[in-house]
T-cell receptor, first 114, second 117 residues
């Protein structure tokens, strides 16, 4: 079945440093999504990438979708303590019913030291 | 934006009892909802797809007789953990797809933290 892996599993940075998490899928994805989950919270949708090679920015966050549509990255410039949380990539997977759920990556937990 | 609610937000129960978790889409209709389970420091794993008007579809390894799902209306899906045991302790999260945010994107409920003693 479809597998989505993320590296690193965990990263601890000093406030102001940059951070990057990488996502790799075993299959080609029609799109990839990124979610952020704060400690004790639920996943919150950040962005969706659809096109091969697409790059999108949200303030200090830069998202990329690989040319082969099998990998993606999230880069945070100058991290802040508010960036703390676990970042998940997720790809849609067709179920037997034809309905689409999400296959989540393993997640990267970010800790920011003030 | 659209909101998905869950109730209760946390529950503690004794081993052997059943627990019902509700998932509601507050301002949109959802013919499909998804139930995920998340163990501490792990990713979300899809348990089942809740389908309004038909039976739920369960992922491999998820016992349908233990995790009963009922999609009672276009805005409500319930997950009942029957005869709960300590190994069922987890964070249960529902989600519903939404339109306008791109295909396949989903709104997630706030989750229900279940602790079975």
């Amino acid at each position: 079945g479809q597998q989505v892996m993320q590296i690193p599993q965990y990263q601890h940075v000093q406030e102001g440093e940059d951070f990057t998490t990488y996502c790799n899928s075993s299959t080609t994805l029609s799109n990839i999504q990124w979610y952020k989950q704060r400690p004790g919270g639920h996943p919150v949708f950040l962005i969706q990438l659809v096109k091969s090679g697409e790059v999108k920015k949200q303030k200090r966050l830069t998202f990329q979708f690989g040319e082969a549509k099998k990998n993606s990255s999230l880069h945070i410039t100058a991290t802040q303590t508010t960036d703390v949380g676990t970042y998940f990539c997720a790809g849609p997977g067709y179920l037997d019913t034809g309905r689409r759920a999400l296959t989540f990556g393993s997640g990267t937990r970010l800790q920011v030291q003030p | 934006g659209a909101v998905v609610s869950q109730h209760p937000s946390w529950v503690i129960c004794k081993s052997g009892t059943s627990v019902k978790i509700e998932c509601r889409s507050l301002d949109f209709q959802a013919t499909t909802m998804f139930w995920y389970r998340q163990f501490p420091k792990q990713s979300l794993m899809l348990m089942a797809t809740s389908n309004e008007g038909s039976k739920a579809t369960y992922e491999q390894g998820v016992e349908k007789d233990k995790f009963l799902i009922n999609h009672a209306s276009l805005t409500l899906s319930t997950l009942t953990v029957t005869s709960a045991h300590p190994e069922d302790s987890s964070f249960y999260i529902c989600s519903a797809p939404f339109q306008g945010g791109g295909s396949d994107t989903q709104y997630f409920g706030p989750g229900t933290r279940l602790t079975v003693l």
